[in-house]
């Protein structure tokens, strides 16, 4: 399953990871926007949020796996 929709119940206990070996990697995103000189300022709201989101996601997937 993907992490950033279980870390809570992971970070909680409610959730044991089970077969740590067999991980898959994460994937990288991208996100394609059409480039402009005016930015629509709504995709420029929802890059920068989905770019917090992700480095959120990576920083918390990494201090998970320290844990190994």
Do not use: F
């Not at 991980?23 to 926007?33: A, G, L, M, R, Y």
């Not at 920083?59 to 998970?64: F, G, I, P, S, V």
């Amino acid at each position: 399953m993907t992490c950033y929709l279980v870390d809570d119940l992971l970070q909680s206990g409610r959730l044991v990871r089970l077969l740590r070996d067999y991980e898959t990697p994460p994937w990288p995103v991208n996100i394609v926007h059409v480039p402009s000189r005016h930015p629509s300022p709504a995709a420029r709201v929802l890059i920068d949020m989905l770019k917090r989101g992700m480095r959120s996601v990576t920083n918390d997937r990494a201090a998970l796996s320290a844990g190994r």
